[in-house]
């Protein structure tokens, strides 16, 4: 006779039930569907790098696209880029814990990005009310928080195909850049809107303009002398910082120029000082310092010998009115009353005023740019989300982060930069997420358990 069941307990003895474990199959599937869904999300924040450091709005226009000029549809109005990011994004709101609940998780830790989106939706209604192009501040400044999110939601592995292609994109884009000042072609026409600048000989390469592309280099070198473990080979890390930043001198941006000058010289006498008081150096690391030195001052007379940026020396001498262009820009202000300064002027008297003042090509100050577009009362919401913004991504960011928020101040005091249609911000954005990302701390290991002794009453 076969029993089923459970024995009986034998007499004298307790009847304890254990109840069978919970089967971890739920758990295990949810585990491996959000690793999937992090895969595609890596997968397309790959094409969003790609496209936003090879696909200009100059190629865009090329292309036929009008992603700038006047006509076409409206999915033509937003940079590629933009769609990628959004379907990552949308892709990990469908991991396990909900939409609601990776919102939830994503702003509780980065509150200050709620400030800032308060501040841009404020920003979205004044376009509204007034009619304007909303796809400007879709671009401009919604994609680099799109991209911060989705960035900060990917793991080290998947950030580090990532961190490739922002280096093979630079390394082209430099190449290029090389190819057009020597050679005077330019390989994609330079286009502001429906004007197409000729007789222009500053390089753009892929990046649309020689400003852009002048301040995204200036930022790439900073990454790669403020944090050595970017290209841990110093072989290769000193003559990719010398190449990339003689190509400052092909895309003639003087002010990035100067900026990232000023900051490796101040890196560089605050490492000497160090020195000098008496911190222990490598003998080795001394050694190649100074025969980079010597190397670079070498290099540098014999490039001012053969005239090969006697061009960009030009600029410093002789700047086509560029100065001019900047004392016409605060000079532009003085022509509107207090209400058209808080809440934006009429855009076709601002267009009159551009043309009469000699302002065709853009207002060269993000701020006055800002005041003359939206308003000083919008204008000061901005700058205080995008300080929130930047505080944030600089607390997930190295010390290094910094150099860079000071070259893109500078530059956006001296440009048009942010006050215009383009993706330069989520440039920076991207830049300073995967190549300048705060090191984790590493966990001590821990201590092995203490052994456990069980105690059994063995009856007489």
């Keep these: 006779m076969t029993m089923r069941g459970p024995l009986p307990a034998p007499p004298g003895l307790p009847c304890v039930h254990r109840a069978r474990p919970a089967s971890p199959q739920p758990a295990t599937r949810a585990a491996n569907a959000d690793a999937f869904i992090e895969r595609l999300a890596a997968g397309l924040m790959l094409l969003a790098v790609v496209v936003t450091f090879t696909v200009s709005s100059s190629v865009l226009t090329s292309l036929r696209i009008h992603y700038v000029t006047a006509g076409g549809n409206f999915y033509e109005k937003l940079h590629p880029a933009t769609y990628f990011t959004l379907l990552a994004f949308s892709l990990l709101l469908?991991?396990?814990?909900?939409?609601?609940?990776?919102?939830?998780?994503?702003?509780?830790q980065a509150r200050l990005l709620l400030a800032y989106l308060a501040c841009w939706l404020l920003l979205l209604i004044q376009v509204f009310v007034l009619e304007r192009p909303f796809t400007v501040i879709i671009d401009t400044f919604l994609l680099p928080i799109l991209i911060a999110m989705v960035?900060?939601?990917?793991?080290?592995?998947?950030?580090?195909?990532?961190?490739l292609?922002?280096?093979?994109?630079?390394?082209?884009n430099i190449v290029l850049g090389y190819y057009e000042y020597f050679s005077g072609r330019r390989l994609i026409p330079l286009s502001l809107g429906d004007v197409v600048v000729a007789g222009e000989w500053r390089s753009a390469a892929l990046l649309g303009h020689p400003l852009t592309a002048s301040g995204i280099v200036g930022a790439y070198v900073l990454a790669l002398v403020l944090r050595p473990a970017i290209c841990p080979p110093v072989m290769v890390r000193l003559p990719?910082?010398?190449?990339?930043?003689a190509s400052l001198m092909a895309f003639?941006?003087?002010?990035?120029?100067?900026?990232?000058?000023?900051?490796?010289?101040?890196?560089?006498?605050?490492?000497?000082?160090h020195i000098l008081r008496g911190?222990?150096?490598?003998?080795?690391?001394?050694?190649?310092?100074?025969?980079?030195?010597?190397?670079?001052?070498?290099?540098?007379?014999?490039?001012?010998e053969l005239g090969i940026f006697d061009k960009m020396l030009l600029r410093f001498s002789s700047d086509k009115g560029s100065t001019l262009a900047r004392y016409a820009t605060f000079n532009l202000?003085?022509?509107?009353?207090?209400?058209?300064?808080?809440?934006?002027?009429?855009?076709?008297?601002?267009?009159?005023?551009?043309?009469q003042l000699g302002l065709n090509y853009g207002i060269e100050n993000f701020w006055i740019s800002s005041i003359v577009q939206f308003g000083l009362i919008h204008t000061a919401l901005l700058t205080v989300g995008l300080v929130c913004f930047l505080v944030e991504l600089l607390?997930?960011?190295?010390?290094?982060?910094?150099?860079?928020?000071?070259?893109?101040?500078?530059?956006?005091?001296?440009?048009?930069?942010?006050?215009?249609?383009?993706?330069?911000?989520?440039?920076?954005?991207?830049?300073?997420?995967?190549?300048?990302?705060?090191e984790r701390r590493r966990a001590a290991a821990p201590s092995p358990p203490a052994p456990r002794v069980t105690y059994i009453s063995v009856p007489a």
């Excluded at 292609?165 to 082209?172: D, E, F, G, R």
């Excluded at 990719?240 to 930043?245: D, E, G, N, V």
């Design 94 to 108: 469908l991991r396990s814990r909900g939409p609601i609940g990776e919102i939830d998780r994503m702003f509780s």
């Design 151 to 163: 960035m900060w939601q990917l793991s080290t592995a998947h950030r580090r195909p990532l961190v």
């Design 165 to 172: 292609t922002v280096h093979l994109a630079m390394i082209l």
């Design 240 to 245: 990719l910082i010398a190449f990339a930043l």
């Design 252 to 273: 003639g941006g003087r002010t990035s120029l100067v900026t990232v000058l000023a900051m490796i010289a101040l890196v560089g006498a605050y490492r000497a000082l």
């Design 279 to 304: 911190r222990r150096t490598p003998l080795i690391a001394v050694i190649v310092a100074i025969c980079v030195l010597f190397a670079a001052g070498a290099a540098v007379f014999a490039a001012l």
């Design 333 to 355: 202000l003085s022509h509107f009353d207090w209400h058209e300064l808080l809440l934006g002027p009429n855009p076709v008297r601002v267009n009159a005023l551009q043309a």
């Design 395 to 438: 607390r997930r960011s190295s010390r290094a982060a910094w150099a860079i928020v000071l070259l893109m101040a500078v530059i956006a005091a001296s440009s048009v930069s942010f006050s215009s249609k383009n993706i330069q911000l989520a440039q920076f954005v991207i830049l300073i997420s995967l190549l300048l990302p705060r």
